[in-house]
């Protein structure tokens, strides 16, 4: 007989992933022996006979069969099973991308300011260290240029304090463009008057009155610069110098 291949196709795993899989055949080869039967061959064995006359000379030959044992047919079955594995899939790792972005720098404008007065950012002032009343500084601030300079109302008091320190002008109490309007200390310029808001810049129990007997003073030390504000009897003149300030130039 003819050895017969019959190839039979195993389903792979169905669950659903997001990789092809490669489905996985299984082959079965069988193998058939077969042994063929029994062959008889005839065996002829001479018989003597006990009793013999006197013709006795006659030899019969006698056929006796000898039989070989019948062997059964044997079959032998050869199973080859081959398996393929199909490997993972193979996860690629996501890639990421880090784009560092060069700090901006940022240019500070530059203010150019009029001879003997000096910037303080985007303002210019003077410190004229003369010892006067409020009134009188706020008039020798005009008598420089008329609408051009007048008494300082810085917008960050506390760095101006820290600059005038810094650069050695005696520790003193400077006048600064603003009085008291019953309510508030409002700054000189504006014809309604605008409130001196640097309220973290007030030194302790500042202000403690705001008639207008009072003008503001920037106070310059050591341990004064942080809140450098307070208000003094606008008539004191005895330690009070002025910082007068200008439009910086174009």
């Not at 009029?114 to 985007?122: H, Y």
Request: proline share 14%; net charge neutral.
């Amino acid at each position: 007989p003819t050895p017969t291949t019959k190839p039979t196709t195993l389903p792979t795993n169905t669950t659903k992933h997001p990789h092809t899989t490669t489905p996985t055949t299984t082959t079965t080869t069988t193998t058939t022996s077969t042994t063929p039967p029994p062959t008889t061959t005839p065996t002829t064995t001479p018989t003597i006979p006990t009793t013999c006359g006197p013709k006795c000379d006659t030899t019969t030959p006698t056929t006796t069969p000898t039989t070989t044992p019948t062997t059964t047919p044997t079959t032998t079955t050869t199973t080859t099973t081959t398996t393929t594995t199909t490997p993972p899939p193979t996860t690629t790792p996501p890639t990421t991308t880090t784009t560092t972005t060069p700090p901006t720098t940022t240019t500070e404008k530059t203010v150019k300011c009029p001879k003997d007065f000096f910037a303080v950012g985007d303002e210019c002032f003077r410190v004229m260290e003369e010892e006067v009343q409020y009134p009188r500084a706020q008039w020798l601030c005009n008598a420089l240029s008329p609408n051009k300079y007048y008494l300082a109302e810085p917008k960050n008091a506390s760095a101006l304090a820290e600059y005038v320190y810094k650069h050695h002008f005696p520790p003193h109490h400077y006048w600064l463009g603003a009085r008291g309007d019953g309510s508030n200390m409002v700054w000189g310029r504006e014809p309604h008057g605008r409130v001196v808001a640097q309220t973290e810049l007030w030194a302790l129990h500042e202000p403690f009155r705001v008639s207008s007997s009072y003008c503001l003073d920037l106070r310059v030390a050591d341990f004064l610069i942080i809140n450098p504000l307070a208000v003094h009897l606008c008539r004191q003149a005895l330690n009070h110098f002025y910082i007068c300030e200008c439009t910086p130039l174009h």
